[in-house]
């Protein structure tokens, strides 16, 4: 889901060859969960359960 959401606010993301680790917009290497909070941070994700 952070893939999705970063990618369609114009974010470069790439995965490494086993998908284990994500770069985004050519910087660090950062795995699932530091993909997760970065989009987080970033006010890109609504969160779970909350209706709009």
Same mark, same amino acid.
């Given at each position: 889901?952070?893939?999705t959401v970063l990618t369609s606010?114009?974010?470069t993301?790439?995965?490494d060859v086993d998908f284990e680790n994500w770069r985004v917009? =050519? =910087?660090t290497? +950062?795995?699932a969960g530091g993909l997760l909070a970065l989009a987080i941070r +970033?006010? +890109?994700n609504s969160g779970v359960g909350r209706l709009q």
């Open positions: 889901m952070a893939v606010r114009g974010h993301v790439e995965p917009a =050519g =910087g290497w +950062l795995t +970033l006010c +890109l």
